[in-house]
């Protein structure tokens, strides 16, 4: 776990990538960069943006480029925002307060992890920019809405629904290094009894697996949706979807946002990954609701591709971590920054001076 501060002279992401390996110890990397089952999704998802081509338009009037756009009601600087992960101080000391300085600094959003590190209120009081909360569903259900209570008194400002894990997948590297929440991090929002699993090491099992075992409903359905909705005024956001069908039932339950996402790759092995389904679960939701790529963003372009095939804007995982580890929060600016600098030299260079001006024209497939 890194607690320096180093002045940052801007670095590709995968510099980034590498500083933290080298850094953080084998088992903690091996849970923040692993994947489940054979892993074939972590290389999967980037393999998919790769066979993505730009096709840029030239003479066009790109003096004044403007990636600002807005999102929920919420401005942002760029269409990019920080998605959701858990226990940030295994990346630095200052953990998720860090993160929310970063963005803020950046005009990022921040979608919050129920198994933040860092309590709600301390995050919120860091941050400058919009703030989201993403939740896991949880046996105990009064547990959630203690969650949203507190994510409403706070100025959250929609809540992130997290549906394609009812459990944690076999990663092989967590089970191998019997992995469990080393002792001084918690999920501080969370109640102990909750947690308890998670810190508890057995050879040869994930205790993030057998806690989500233990603590996540398997059981909850579309309809159970309206449960949540009766009891906030939040935006719901879906984050997990990989298909047209699950799209529909989305907005036939009355969601407000859809988050396309394999998980980081850390999910259902062998799935499609999220660029591939985008085009998909674009067409059917039409603009009646925003959409979100969750994915292997590793460079601005991937944000002009993502817009190209009907993406409002995008979420990037791991690389703020790498930035985090590296010098906290200016790392973690740092890695937004690049991102957001590489996207408004690509509008330039493609000739789409206005976020709102991508479309399908803009992208070829090898």
Request: net charge negative; proline share 5%.
């Amino acid at each position: 776990m890194n607690t320096g501060v180093f002045a940052v002279v801007s670095l590709a992401l995968h510099e980034y990538e590498a500083v933290a390996r080298e850094r953080l110890s084998g088992p903690v990397w091996d849970f923040l960069a692993g994947g489940s089952g054979t892993e074939s999704m972590l290389s999967a998802g980037r393999e998919a943006l790769d066979r993505i081509r730009l096709r840029p338009r030239c003479l066009v009037d790109v003096s004044d480029c403007d990636p600002r756009t807005s999102l929920l009601g919420a401005d942002l600087a760029a269409p990019l925002g920080i998605a959701p992960m858990a226990y940030h101080q295994l990346a630095h000391t200052d953990g998720e307060l860090a993160t929310a300085r970063a963005a803020g600094e950046v005009g990022a959003l921040f979608t919050v992890s129920m198994f933040a590190s860092r309590t709600l209120e301390d995050i919120a009081a860091e941050a400058t920019g919009p703030l989201w909360l993403q939740l896991y569903w949880l046996k105990r259900r009064e547990l959630m809405i203690d969650l949203v209570r507190r994510a409403e008194a706070a100025g959250y400002r929609a809540l992130v629904l997290t549906v394609d894990a009812p459990r944690v997948a076999h990663r092989r590297r967590d089970a191998r290094n019997g992995f469990a929440v080393p002792a001084g991090i918690r999920a501080v929002n969370v109640d102990p009894s909750v947690m308890s699993a998670s810190h508890v090491d057995e050879p040869g099992e994930s205790a993030i697996a057998r806690h989500s075992r233990e603590q996540f409903d398997a059981s909850i359905t579309w309809e159970d949706l309206a449960w949540l909705r009766e009891r906030t005024s939040l935006p719901l956001v879906v984050k997990g979807l990989l298909t047209k069908e699950d799209a529909e039932l989305a907005l036939k339950h009355g969601v407000d946002g859809i988050v396309v996402s394999n998980h980081g790759g850390r999910q259902l092995d062998f799935a499609q990954p999220a660029m591939e389904a985008l085009p998909e679960i674009v067409e059917v939701v039409s603009g009646r609701c925003p959409v979100i790529l969750d994915g292997a963003v590793r460079h601005g372009a991937d944000i002009a591709k993502a817009l190209c095939l009907g993406a409002d804007s995008v979420f990037v995982g791991r690389p703020v971590l790498w930035g985090l580890v590296h010098s906290g929060s200016v790392g973690a600016a740092d890695v937004l920054r690049t991102l957001m600098e590489e996207f408004e030299e690509v509008m330039a260079l493609m000739g789409v001076p206005r976020v709102r001006l991508f479309g399908p024209s803009g992208v070829t497939r090898q």
